[in-house]
């Protein structure tokens, strides 16, 4: 296991209101390198505004590096990429596959984290991305998200990671080298970063290679260890057997466990895989509540006085046996305290519970249908691990713009 970091500040961002402005002001203060990762980049308000202070920050000189996601930001026009490019932004597109008649191929192995790290002092790690749907002004479908701003030198692992995570997974890493340092020179990693706060910390991420169950086992370990309350929200709830366990025993023994889920999903299939565990979990004592005022985009949790977890990995078969995630672990009193108050406030004022004489569902369906989801559970991560594993790549924007007379980034033009 990884050691504690101390020495921490944390920040909770609530939705893209608190969170865009506190990057942007953070990229506009940047004397030597931003680097950031993100799931999804739409080109629209909140889009145009990063791109924005990306170019502002290349053109005095500051080193920047942009990483998204083949799958989850498709659609950016050739100007918009060609403006950061032709700054000097650095943008990099995981895993680029060709389309199939029309369909996008690379629906797995996701880059799903969101980080950024500016000047190996400061970082951000969280669940929103760059759209105009984390934002409240977006309407009725806009999502309900978190985020923590982080100082002290568990930035200093973040750091080191992100700038790893530019130099592996290559399939010409000789070329891809190249063009990453061909610019400017290097920006020497972190370190010795100052403490900030007293907050201790851990950096987990997950991936397909040696971190395949890290934060699902830092979840389990805290569930395990509560003798008082968990409370988790969390966006797409469809855990393993083992976390679903360890739910049901900490309920059975007395501890308070509250789950905040979606009641108004964005997707409908997320309320369907949820409700099929409600039976389950309801019976050993577990509480359920549906937010029922937009999308709930949130990953957060929290247990007794002092651990909380914020970060991108939703507790579903993506998150947990698929995507490359990353989650802030912050053993502290004042921002458990912080995190439970407005949980709390979430479920009394903007959820509705769920009670066992909710569901009317007959009992042999139930029964049958708890059959199956058991060994569902027990069984989909080693089912997930048959999809394909291959090393993810990364590539040059400049490589995959569109050829002439098309307005998007050709995910086909990869060499």
Not at 316 to 342: M, R, T
Request: aromatic share 10%.
């Amino acid at each position: 296991m990884t050691p504690w970091v101390g020495g921490n500040h944390f920040t909770l961002l609530e939705n893209g209101e608190a969170f865009s402005p506190r990057v942007f002001a953070s990229i506009a203060a940047a004397q030597r390198e931003v680097l950031l990762e993100t799931f999804i980049l739409f080109e629209d308000k909140v889009g145009t505004a990063l791109q924005a202070a990306l170019l502002t920050a290349a053109r005095r000189g500051v080193q920047v590096d942009l990483t998204i996601d083949g799958y989850g930001s498709p659609d950016l026009s050739t100007a918009f990429i060609s403006a950061l490019t032709q700054a000097g932004v650095r943008i990099h597109v995981f895993d680029p596959q060709p389309r199939l008649w029309g369909f996008r191929t690379n629906l797995f192995r996701r880059m799903h984290r969101k980080i950024v790290v500016v000047d190996g002092a400061r970082a951000f790690v969280g669940g929103i991305n760059y759209s105009a749907d984390h934002l409240a002004d977006f309407g009725p479908l806009a999502k309900q998200d978190y985020a923590v701003e982080i100082q002290g030198p568990l930035v200093t692992n973040i750091h080191h990671f992100v700038r790893a995570q530019l130099l592996i997974g290559q399939r010409h890493p000789q070329r891809y080298k190249r063009h990453l340092f061909r610019r400017t020179p290097a920006v020497p990693a972190s370190s010795n970063v100052p403490a900030a706060g007293s907050a201790e910390a851990l950096f987990v991420t997950r991936d397909n290679r040696e971190h395949k169950t890290d934060i699902e086992r830092h979840y389990r370990i805290a569930i395990r260890g509560a003798r008082r309350r968990v409370i988790i929200a969390n966006a797409y709830f469809f855990p393993g057997y083992r976390l679903l366990k360890e739910l049901r025993k900490a309920a059975r023994r007395g501890v308070n466990v509250q789950l905040i889920l979606q009641g108004e999903p964005d997707m409908p299939i997320v309320k369907t895989a949820a409700n099929m565990l409600y039976h389950h979990l309801l019976g050993a004592g577990v509480r359920i509540y549906e937010y029922r005022e937009r999308p709930l985009h949130g990953k957060v949790a929290l247990t007794d006085d002092e651990w909380a977890t914020v970060g991108s990995s939703n507790l579903d078969p993506l998150s947990l046996a698929l995507n490359l995630e990353a989650n802030v672990i912050i053993k502290d009193h004042a921002f458990n305290q912080q995190l439970g108050e407005h949980l709390t406030q979430l479920m009394d004022q903007h959820c509705q519970q769920v009670h066992a004489a909710d569901l009317t569902e007959s009992g042999a369906w139930v029964t049958l249908r708890s059959f199956f989801v058991f060994h569902l559970l027990r069984r989909y991560p080693a089912w997930f691990g048959w999809l394909p594993a291959h090393t993810p790549r990364l590539m040059p924007a400049e490589h995959l713009l569109a050829t002439p007379g098309t307005d998007h980034i050709s995910e086909g033009q990869a060499s």
